[in-house]
């Protein structure tokens, strides 16, 4: 292990510090020997200052260059099982993956999901960062029945969206996931599966309304937009501040009005 994973695993921020003023790579991989002592084969120093839900250490490999995705189990996806809104919104500045896959519990669409079903903040902080969220509409059972054998937690497979959010523990939260995941779309199709849950949340009419009506010009030109620039570019804020746009627009492009942990630090200032 090097000197520089000691000082993340650790903790010891001054040490950190000096190390890397001093030249140390701060995207130096641990030994692969050492690594398989590991259940989660951790590679970096990041990923040790992100284990810690240490800030801090997160912040000073950042800026010293050290890249967010490079680790079997990525950064973020353990920053949104800590929940920690702050260490999640700093990886995803450093262009963070918020459209990865989970080697265990695989599902259809992106892993980062499992972690924000609960949490509005932590849902719309991978939504404004590019999280594809089509492929939660994605049922390859189409308009026809789902058969097969009731899911449990001990079931391993490639899941859909529609049979996750559709069990009993998670079913009540499904309409508003689905609404706030209108924001980011056009028109979308839901299967009979997830038609027949949401019809039974509160949020029903509202939803109903949206799919009815035609979306906004100026969305619409958004979400173009937003897929031209692909969502490599979208995983790196710094892309769009150089475009040459207004910066009112270039705001609406980062879906700004739905940024809701930017609102919150502001108001505990």
Not at 28 to 53: T, W
Request: aromatic content about 10%; some cysteine; proline content about 5%.
């Amino acid at each position: 292990m090097s000197p520089l994973h000691s000082a993340a695993a650790g903790g010891h921020v001054q040490c950190l510090e000096i190390l890397l003023k001093s030249g140390f790579d701060p995207n130096f991989m641990l030994h692969p020997r050492v690594r398989r002592s590991y259940d989660d084969e951790r590679r970096s120093a990041l990923f040790f200052a992100v284990s810690n839900n240490d800030l801090h250490c997160a912040r000073l490999l950042l800026e010293a260059g050290a890249m967010v995705n490079q680790d079997p189990v990525k950064c973020l996806q353990v920053a949104l099982r800590q929940g920690n809104y702050e260490l999640i919104n700093t990886l995803l500045k450093y262009g963070a993956n918020v459209n990865y896959y989970s080697r265990v519990n695989t599902t259809h669409f992106p892993s980062a999901l499992q972690y924000a079903l609960k949490d509005e903040v932590m849902l719309r902080m991978i939504l404004n960062h590019g999280y594809d969220v089509m492929r939660c509409f994605d049922c390859p059972y189409g308009d026809s029945s789902h058969d097969y054998a009731p899911w449990t937690t001990s079931v391993i497979k490639d899941m859909v969206f529609c049979e996750v959010i559709t069990v009993s523990w998670l079913k009540p939260l499904s309409g508003q996931v689905v609404r706030i995941m209108l924001d980011y779309t056009d028109h979308v199709s839901f299967c009979p599966k997830l038609k027949e849950t949401l019809q039974q949340q509160k949020q029903w009419p509202e939803i109903c309304h949206i799919q009815r009506n035609t979306r906004s010009l100026k969305h619409l030109c958004r979400l173009r937009i937003r897929e031209h620039l692909s969502r490599l570019r979208l995983r790196a804020p710094v892309f769009v501040n150089f475009l040459p746009l207004p910066p009112r627009l270039k705001d609406y492009l980062r879906f700004k009005e739905f940024d809701v942990y930017s609102r919150g630090s502001m108001v505990n200032l």
